[in-house]
């Protein structure tokens, strides 16, 4: 019966796990750029209270394991990196790749930060920057006097200036792309960072063997589905709540075996 609360519990608490990812995926469900993630879970260790293939007392020998299991814990939250739906904006620096890649900024402690989310602006330099003034990488800078920005699909900005008829390149767009993107950190700002899981990065033009294409006036929306996260949560509602039920059952059958009387 010990062995049981034990085991509820740690159901109790991977269930809150699983409801404070699923949360955060709904928060973000209007999040550009945004990927989902998901729990995952791993039996813990088992007590072998007899074991298959020795012989008893009587010479008969047992033909399963009697194993009791110890509960269940967080293994991992497994980010899903996959392409989430392109809205039009109709906005010229609004950037989305429609493939693998990632855009490169560079954060306030001079590392390089991924993001999938291409709403670009125009710093007071005419750089272009992100919603929080990181720097996308390589820089590009617009000319003063530009009338209107254009961008290929293979990633080449481009700028009428002033007066001119025939348009100016300014820049070309640079994706990264990794062996395992899953083991990116997400750090906020709808930016992650490159780690050991994820491997260094591999940079190229949009369009060129792995890389996605680029396209204008368009964001990549979350990739989160509103129906399957409810689903996902009232399924982890009902663990949750099988587990607690586990735990009163074993809390009154310790109750019973409290008030034994001789």
């Not at 609004?94 to 990632?102: K, L, N, P, S, T």
């Amino acid at each position: 019966m010990i062995r049981a609360l034990h085991s509820a519990a740690s159901g109790m608490f991977a269930q809150q796990l699983n409801i404070d990812t699923i949360s955060n995926n709904l928060a973000n469900v209007n999040t550009t750029g945004f990927k989902r993630s998901r729990a995952e879970f791993q039996d813990l260790l088992y007590q072998n209270l007899r074991t298959s293939g020795v012989a008893n007392s009587l010479g008969n020998v047992a033909p399963t394991d009697l194993q009791v299991g110890t509960g269940v814990k967080a293994t991992s939250l497994t980010r899903q990196m996959s392409q989430g739906d392109v809205a039009q904006t109709g906005n010229p620096l609004d950037f989305a790749v429609e493939g693998q890649g990632f855009f490169q900024v560079q954060r306030l402690d001079g590392t390089i930060g991924y993001t999938r989310d291409g709403s670009f602006k125009l710093s007071s330099d005419g750089i272009l920057v992100t919603t929080d003034g990181l720097t996308l990488q390589p820089e590009v800078a617009v000319p003063a006097g530009t009338q209107s920005i254009s961008l290929s699909r293979d990633g080449i900005l481009s700028a009428l200036v002033g007066t001119d008829t025939e348009a100016v390149q300014i820049g070309t767009l640079e994706l990264a792309i990794f062996t395992n993107p899953a083991g990116l950190r997400a750090v906020g700002q709808n930016l992650f960072a490159e780690t050991a899981s994820s491997g260094a990065p591999l940079l190229g033009a949009p369009g060129s063997e792995e890389f996605g294409q680029t396209a204008q006036g368009f964001l990549e929306s979350s990739n989160v589905r509103v129906v399957e996260e409810m689903v996902a949560m009232i399924s982890a509602q009902r663990a949750y709540e099988i587990n607690s039920k586990a735990i009163q059952a074993s809390d009154e059958m310790l109750s019973t075996a409290s008030s034994l009387r001789r």
